[in-house]
């Protein structure tokens, strides 16, 4: 299993500005994943961050909106950049360890 | 692309009722993954399936992978208002990329 950490766990944020948002894991891991929740909803993939090369961006996904910095095994960020209102959503960290999924408790971020 | 269809969407039930989720794809996976997220959190993993046709149980709770690795079923025997919260499946196409059904979301009454 994997312990998830992130910060913050929320935050209100006007519109324009950007927030990074961090991803703390307890053991190293190749692949980290960043997605999207929107209210209600089930989850969109972001990306995917593996440590030494680039993000790789699912489709509707730039990196100019969401650029990820993956420095080392255990940690990575994920920046919402010139946020909108649209971009409310609860944004979640997660790692494959043994085969399996896990996430973090999520980033609650409001825009408006 | 890989899609998973899950039904209900919703579903509110009195304590003591059963219910089943299902969850659909016309495509196979290697593995099928079940989380429950709970207002606030992150999906907390429950189980994963591999093989065809395989059940696993978890206390009140009974997973089934289809035969076919196309499908997948949850069952939960007695709700109790503490299994309220989101239900979400998640398909592993071997590539540790999960594609997710939509989620059933389950309110239980006292």
């Known amino acids: 299993s994997a312990v998830i950490s992130q910060k913050p766990s929320r935050d209100i944020c006007q519109r324009g500005t950007s927030l990074t948002i961090q991803c703390q894991v307890d053991?190293?891991?190749?692949?980290m994943f960043w997605y999207r929740q929107q209210p209600g909803q089930s989850l969109t993939l972001i990306a995917t961050?593996?440590?030494?090369?680039?993000?790789?961006?699912e489709s509707g996904f730039v990196i100019d909106k969401f650029p990820i910095s993956r420095p080392n095994l255990t940690f990575s960020t994920l920046t919402v950049s010139n946020m909108s209102p649209e971009d409310s959503s609860i944004y979640l960290c997660?790692?494959?360890?043994?085969?399996?999924?896990?996430f973090g408790p999520g980033t609650r971020l409001t825009v408006t | 692309t890989q899609l998973l269809e899950q039904s209900p969407q919703f579903l509110s039930i009195q304590e003591g009722e059963n219910l089943t989720v299902y969850c659909n794809s016309s495509?196979?996976?290697?593995?099928l993954q079940w989380y429950r997220q709970e207002p606030g959190e992150g999906p907390v993993l429950l189980v994963t399936?591999?093989?065809?046709?395989e059940v696993k149980k978890l206390k009140r709770l009974t997973f089934q992978f289809g035969d076919a690795r196309k499908d997948s079923s949850l069952h939960i025997t007695a709700a109790q208002p503490g299994d309220t919260g989101l239900y979400l499946c998640?398909?592993?196409?071997?590539?540790?990329?999960?594609?997710f059904g939509g989620g059933t979301r389950l309110m239980v009454k006292p």
């Open positions: 399936v591999v093989t065809g046709g």
């Open positions: 495509s196979v996976f290697s593995s």
């Open positions: 053991s190293q891991v190749t692949m």
């Open positions: 998640a398909g592993d196409n071997a590539g540790n990329m999960l594609t």
């Open positions: 961050a593996n440590q030494g090369s680039e993000a790789t961006y």
């Open positions: 997660s790692v494959v360890t043994d085969y399996e999924q896990y």
